[in-house]
Nanobody, 124 residues
Framework: QVQLVESGGGLVPAGGSLRLSCAAS????????MGWFRQAPRNEREFIAA????????LYADSVKGRFTISRDNAKDTVYLQMNSLKPEDTAVYYC?????????????????WGQGTRVTVSS
């Protein structure tokens, strides 16, 4: 089992940047595929990005491709989401998630563990 704690959310003007972090504890971090999802009010949870165990493979939603970058530091048991050129429609609670099985996925049901989320608000 792994515990996930997100940080780095906040209020930022449109066009600005934020970096989210997710610290993991518990079982070996490097054995998990990691992902980020988000959920805006009245919306379903939406896939943002995922990264393979070794960090050599990534997957992004079309809505964030070219603006967001997922990365991980297995020595620090942490995954990051660098968010640039933020838009008001990026406003949501962002969740870190871990997948025990091999391979990146955009399906929420493919992930086994979830953090509590960190709120990102982008003002227009």
């Amino acid at each position: 089992q792994v515990q996930l704690v997100e940080s780095g959310g906040g209020l930022v003007p449109a066009g600005g940047s934020l970096r989210l972090s997710c610290a993991a504890s518990g079982r070996t971090f490097s054995s998990y595929v990691m992902g980020w999802f988000r959920q805006a009010p009245r919306n379903e949870r939406e896939f943002i990005a995922a990264i393979s165990r070794g960090g050599d493979s990534t997957l992004y939603a079309d809505s964030v491709k070219g603006r967001f970058t997922i990365s991980r530091d297995n020595a620090k048991d942490t995954v990051y989401l660098q968010m640039n050129s933020l838009k008001p429609e990026d406003t949501a609670v962002y969740y870190c998630t871990a997948r025990a099985n091999y391979g990146v996925s955009s399906l929420a049901t493919a992930y086994n563990y979830w953090g509590q989320g960190t709120r990102v608000t982008v003002s227009s």
